[in-house]
């Protein structure tokens, strides 16, 4: 098939009328559109509740646990009563 012979079935195919559309189609597909832009609010509303309650939760504990303090060292004893130069 040449170039020119897919062309002209191309344009055959394009010409012809498109086939009629149940009257149906039209309800079934606003509902099911409808129904999907649902799901998706709802995924996305679950998503940032998710985000939210993550984010309460990291600061709750950074609040309590203070990750960024240095913990109290245990190897050396501190350094009272004895003499120190420049007291």
């Known amino acids: 098939m040449s170039r020119a012979d897919r062309e002209a079935a191309a344009r055959r195919v394009l010409e012809r009328r498109p086939p009629p559309v149940p009257p149906e189609l039209h309800g079934d597909a606003v ?6 832009l649902r799901r998706r609010r709802a995924a996305l509303r679950l998503l940032w509740l998710v985000l939210l309650a993550g984010s ?8 309590t646990v ?3 303090v240095e913990p109290p060292s245990e190897t050396t004893p501190p350094l009272t009563g004895w003499w120190l130069p420049g007291d």
Not at 31 to 36: D, E, I, N, V
């Open 66 to 68: 203070r990750p960024w």
């Open 31 to 36: 509902r099911l559109g409808a129904r999907l």
């Open 56 to 63: 309460v939760a990291f600061t709750v504990w950074a609040l």
